[in-house]
């Protein structure tokens, strides 16, 4: 068993230090929000994230966990801290660490005795660098420290199973012997582990991000050719996927990259090349090709519907960026409802779990109790983030309660031709439709 301290408890803070105490060492998990920890203390989540609840209550049940909005308690003991504070967009693009700069002054001021400081925020290359002369300048006198950069490459919805089997554990620092001692606490989950240096370990996380974006790019790109060619995008994917130099995943067509990550992440990468005299023609395509995708499904709507959303009542399924999460940051439903409502549309949306902070982020959507009651009197339903439980939906209800038959189905989840037999107008992504009309082209 070893102490460990967690600082931050947003996806990666409280992920990161559940998972630690069920693998049985000690953790104490930091904040300085006060309404996060009354949530936590009180056996409530600040956010959403399947089977995490459980497991909270079985580590604090079980005097592994606990919570506390002070630095010097949560320090007391530990002999490493992780650092799991927020690293949002600056108005450039750039990484704002205030938050990691905070962390660094906070405890350097508070530590005792001899600490790993392990940054798992995704920070731009050379902040560990600056993080180490951050806490030695702010120490009252001389404590043994040495800074690992250990990024994290978990995912919202599945992040529990993403901590318990990585595919890899990646540590950088200038201090050897201090990545192997963070490589021991990983060791039970029996990963390759690349240890390096603490620059190109920030770079690891940047670029694996960026290039999970770029296939989402891509094989958006390739739908938008597929849909004027009539070819499937879905059936070119899984034609490349068996390739093994390329591989099924992240080739799912869609509504675009959203989320706390990919979006900041590519801008921030980019925006370091930019400040470095470097040009990122790649990275600036894959975020141009995303904003492009997502204004296809408002361009869609509006050619189905007369060539205007005016007036009409166009209902959403799914708000939140992808599935199993009520994330609704840099969602591409939440662009699309902007959009639909800027151009006078009715906006009527059922998410299973986002629809709280959709509400905050989109005051204008009417929310609705099910996916039927959503789609009922609408004269189109756009179908955008791909739950579970929108893929069995009974699609003559549906299509028996609209006002006009309409589908787009922003996640190709539904098979074309059984909702076509049915009486839907459908349009998926990337899938050709052979001459039955053109995408009217044109700015939303
Ligand atoms: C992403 C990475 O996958 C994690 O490895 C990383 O740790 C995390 O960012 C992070 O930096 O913290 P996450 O943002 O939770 O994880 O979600 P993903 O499952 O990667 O999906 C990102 C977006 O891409 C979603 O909007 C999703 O719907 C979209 N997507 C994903 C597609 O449009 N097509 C695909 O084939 C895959």
Redesign the pocket.
């Known amino acids: 068993m070893r102490q460990l301290s967690v600082v931050g408890s947003g ?2 803070g409280l992920v990161t230090g559940t998972c630690f105490a069920d693998m049985g060492n000690s953790v104490t998990l930091v904040d300085i929000d006060e309404r996060k920890i009354d949530m936590l203390q009180a056996g409530q989540l600040p956010i959403y994230e399947p089977g995490l609840a459980e497991m909270v209550q079985r580590n604090t049940d079980a005097g592994r966990m606990r919570f506390t909005t002070s630095y010097a308690d949560g320090l007391a003991d530990a002999e490493f801290v992780f650092v799991c504070v927020g690293t949002p967009s600056g108005v450039d693009g750039e990484a704002d660490l205030q938050y990691v700069r905070a962390a660094a002054q906070t405890i350097a001021k508070t530590m005792r005795q001899p600490l790993i400081v392990i940054n798992k925020s ?1 920070v731009p290359v050379g902040t560990g660098d600056w993080t180490a002369e951050i806490i030695s300048s702010n120490q009252p006198q001389p404590v043994d420290f040495a800074v690992v950069s250990c ?9 529990i199973a ?1 901590f318990m089997h990585p595919d890899r554990t990646v540590l950088g620092s200038s201090d050897a012997s201090a990545a192997e001692r963070v490589a021991e606490l990983y060791a039970p989950l029996e990963a390759p582990v690349v240890i390096t240096d603490i620059r190109t370990a920030e770079m690891i ?1 940047y670029a ?2 960026a290039f ?2 770029t ?2 790019s891509f ?2 790109e390739i739908s938008i050719i597929c849909e004027r060619l009539g070819a499937d995008v879905t059936e070119v994917a899984r034609g490349m996927g068996y390739d093994k130099r390329i591989g099924p ?14 979006p900041k ?1 590519v801008k921030a990468l980019a925006n370091m090349a930019q400040t470095h005299g470097m040009h990122p023609q790649l990275l600036n395509a894959v975020m141009e090709i995303n904003a492009f995708q997502r204004r296809q499904i408002t361009l869609k709507a509006r050619e189905l519907l007369d060539g205007s959303v005016s007036g009409k009542t166009v209902s959403m399924l799914g708000l939140a ?3 199993n ?1 009520d ?1 609704t940051r ?3 439903s939440l662009t699309v409802a902007r959009s639909l409502l800027n151009q006078g549309a009715i906006v009527k949306a059922y998410d299973p779990v986002a629809m709280a902070n959709a509400s905050r982020d989109v005051p204008g959507i009417t929310m609705c109790d099910s996916p039927y009651s959503a789609a009922a009197e609408s004269d189109a339903l756009l179908v955008l ?2 739950w579970n439980e929108f893929k069995q939906l009974d699609m003559r209800r549906v299509l028996k309660s609209m006002r006009r038959p309409i589908i787009i189905d922003g ?1 190709n989840m539904y098979s074309p031709d059984e909702l076509k037999e049915i009486g839907f107008v459908y349009r998926g992504v990337g899938r050709g439709y052979n001459g039955e009309g053109r995408l009217a082209n044109g700015d939303d």
């Open positions: 996806y990666v995704t990024p994290e490459f978990l995912r919202e919805g599945s992040a993403d996380k694996s991000n999970l974006a296939r989402i094989i958006n995943h992240f080739l799912q067509a869609g509504i675009g990259f959203g989320g706390s990550c990919f992440d960026f992808k599935q999460t994330d840099e969602s591409p983030t791909p996640r």
